[in-house]
Each structure stands twice: as C-alpha cells, then as structure tokens.
C-alpha cells in the first residue's frame, strides 16, 4: 500500500475557536493495522521472546491486553441534535506500573488498532525503564467536522465514562493523533469535578499553565538526537557535516532537525504530506523552521533555494542519517534495497517492516528502533507526571539532563544486548523489555 508522508508528532494547541490539527492524509483502518503494525509488532516481539527462552506456555499473559473497554458517547452537536460515538480505552499491562498511553480522535479508530497502540507502549515504556505499563485510547469520529464546543463535550463524556478505568495510579491518558494540550485540559478538569479536587497528575501533556512539564514539546526529537549521537558514536561516525534527511516534519521531524544542525550536521532532505524539498548543500534550518511556521499549510513544500522531492526519493538518498518519522510501513522489502544510509532512526512507530529489516541487516544498515528512538516523549510524560505529583517542577534544563541520562543509558543497555547476543537492535530492544516485563510478572506472582 502506497502512503504519503505526513507531520510527525502530536496536534498543536487549541485556542479561541481553533480546531486540533488535521488528520494524515492516509485513513487507517482496523485491517491496515492488523496486516502492519500489529502483525509486525508481534512478529518481532515472538522472535525476542524465542531468544529469552522463555516458556510458551506464559507468553500470552504478557502478550495479551489486561483490559479492553467500549463506550457509546452520546454527544448533543450544535445543532441540538444528538450523536453516538464510540469510544475505547485497552490497559495492555499494569505490571511494572500504571498504564500509560494516548488518546487519538480519528474516523477510523478501532478496537483492533488501540489494542496494537497499547500494546507498543508496554514495549516502549520498559525499554526506558520507567515504571509504567502500555495503554491507548481512541473515539471515532472526524474531528475535523467538529466545532470547539462539540469536541469539548465529546472528551468530557469520554472521561466520565472512563472515571472507574483513568486515574494516577490507575492509568494515565496523553495526546495522540487529533488530540493536544486543550484535550488533556478538557479531561483532567472532568476528572477532578468528579473527584471533587484537581487532580493534574491523571493525563501528561497539559498546558503548562495546568501542571504541564517543560521540554515535553521537544522530547521525542530530543530523544532521537541523543540516540543518533550513541549510534554514531558507536559506529566512529563524525555527525558533523553528516547528511541528514528527514521524513515527516512535524514536532518530532523539525525538532530532531534543528538539533542535529545544531550539532553541526547537514539536513539535506525534509518531506511532509504537502511535498518536499531537497538541497544537498543541506538547508539553513532556522530559515526554514521560519518558512514552515509562515506558511498556511506548515509545510516545507518550495522552500526557496532547494528542489522538489517526493517521499519515495527522500528515502533513497545516499546520507548518513535517514530519520523516517511519519507513518508506518514506510520501508518494506519493496525499497529497502534502495535505503542508502548507515543509521536509520526510527522517529514513527512501525516504519520498517519485519522483511525490510531482515533485509536492512544483510546491507550493514544500523537500525536504531522505534521503541527505543521515539522513547522521548514518553519519558518526559513520566516527568511530568512525577512533577504533578510531587507539586514541584523544574527547569527545562533540568528535565533535558533527565532525559539525556535515560535515553543514553537504554541506548547502551540495548546495544549491550545486541552485541552480546549477536541480534539487530530491534531484537535486542524487544529482548530488553519482555524481560522487564517477564521478570515483574515473576516477582509479582500470578493471582489465580
């Protein structure tokens, strides 16, 4: 299936009558998740687990979600008529802490799809080692048909809804696709008039105004730059001056961008659902962060001074650094034979598939994967939800040292495992986690 590139990250804020970012041009359905991502995911996670020898017999108690919830959200719209929506909230795991995961607003959300999503931030939250377990929420519907006042009555019946499942100790929503700071707003005072004082700790990536954390914004790009530098650092390769090309400009593309600039490499290729742009000179970024923010669509299509490229060729560039942060599925075996990088790092969630890596392998490409690469954002969200909790904040320095010591160190305990048990990163970053898991689960014992 041919898909374009889009904005990587999360929605921008909402204010006076604005509506929450667009969705991707491509509509996922349950079917495309099940052929992709899910299916993929748990191709990787069984050949990890394969290797921990762990026993058959117990792998569908880690594998399987904990909880899956469905609700019928009556909305009333503007026009004074009313809409059923549904909704939905899976807690893959709570064994090493509270569920932890987004919220996305989309018209092709799916039970089968938010099963996946949840199940990916289990592997991604104990491949950090921070103490949460995985969880993904979703409502279908377009928001893009939807005026302020109607998206705000939908996520405050969501969360009434789920007043028994959320909590800060129960499980702890963020933004996803479609949804933003306003979203997580809207829930938190929902859930603090039911519990009948504010409670700011039960979702992350709040205004900051409301016990949101600094740096949050940037922590997935950031997290990907600090893994770049161990990989390169690993594989004796000089960042400066390398050549960079971005797939997917949004928050997590641009700001992983800037930061590699910033540390003297050369961005010489950024695409984004409207287009792309190619300069092999590499592009001054802080002009273009400006064209992007100036330009009605944010987007870096005819950025002056560079040449058009497609999503298909930004891919096969020869560069040093190949970072695809947009959608999944984005090299398969079809082009991985034309990727000529030496680090991909993986800013989406899914962008390669089990046969592109296999294939990756065997072309002496370093892969630096999903779960660990975009594991940024999520860690600030612990962050901040350790700051609500303790009713004390930091500094945006203070919250980037934490960041920097946890990224580097899951890095290295990665890499540590991939050398030693001859397996690509990937494996060895599933390895990791399942362990994490595994060995919970164990020291808990099974309540039967």
């Not at 599925?329 to 079809?334: H, L, R, V, Y």
């Amino acid at each position: 299936m041919n898909r374009k590139a889009v904005k990587g990250g999360r929605g921008t804020p909402v204010s006076g009558n604005d509506k929450p970012a667009s969705k991707p041009a491509h509509r996922f359905t349950s079917d495309d998740l099940q052929i992709s991502s899910f299916k993929n995911m748990m191709t990787q996670f069984d050949e990890a687990a394969r290797r921990l020898h762990i026993d058959p017999r117990f792998l569908d108690l880690i594998k399987l979600p904990r909880r899956s919830v469905i609700v019928q959200l009556p909305v009333q719209m503007d026009n004074g008529t009313f809409k059923m929506f549904t909704g939905y909230r899976v807690q893959h795991s709570i064994m090493r802490g509270p569920a932890k995961g987004g919220i996305r607003y989309h018209p092709d959300v799916s039970l089968d799809e938010v099963q996946a999503l949840a199940a990916w931030m289990t592997w991604k939250c104990a491949v950090v080692g921070i103490p949460f377990g995985g969880a993904k929420g979703g409502v279908a519907c377009d928001p893009e048909k939807m005026s302020r006042g109607e998206l705000e009555r939908l996520t405050r019946r969501y969360t009434a809804d789920l007043m028994d499942e959320i909590g800060p100790e129960k499980d702890v929503p963020a933004p996803d696709v479609n949804t933003n700071s306003q979203t997580m707003a809207w829930i938190m005072d929902t859930y603090s008039m039911h519990a009948r004082h504010t409670v700011t700790s039960v979702v992350t990536g709040k205004p900051i105004e409301l016990g949101g954390s600094r740096g949050r914004r940037e922590a997935t790009g950031r997290g990907v730059l600090f893994c770049v530098q161990e990989a390169a650092k690993h594989l004796k390769l000089n960042l400066r001056g390398a050549k960079i090309a971005v797939q997917g400009f949004g928050n997590v593309g641009s700001v992983a961008a800037d930061l590699l600039a910033k540390e003297g490499s050369k961005i010489i290729a950024a695409t984004d659902v409207h287009g792309g742009v190619y300069n092999p000179a590499g592009f001054d970024m802080p002009k273009l962060l400006d064209y992007v923010q100036k330009s009605p669509n944010k987007t870096v299509a005819r950025f002056p001074g560079s040449r058009p490229i497609t999503n298909e060729e930004l891919l096969k560039l020869e560069c040093d650094v190949l970072i695809p942060a947009a959608l999944e599925n984005q090299i398969t075996e079809e082009n991985a034979h034309e990727i000529r990088c030496k680090i991909l790092a993986e800013g989406a969630n899914g962008p390669t598939t089990p046969a592109a890596d296999a294939i990756l392998d065997k072309m002496g490409v370093f892969i630096i994967p999903d779960i660990l690469c975009n594991a940024g954002g999520v860690t600030v969200s612990y962050f901040e939800w350790v700051q609500d909790r303790m009713g004390f904040f930091w500094e945006e320095d203070e919250v980037n040292a934490r960041l920097d010591l946890i990224m580097r160190r899951s890095f290295a305990e990665v890499l540590k495992l991939s050398l030693e048990h001859k397996v690509n990163m990937r494996i060895a970053a599933f390895m990791l986690s399942i362990k994490r898991v595994w060995d919970a689960m164990v020291m808990r014992g099974i309540y039967a």
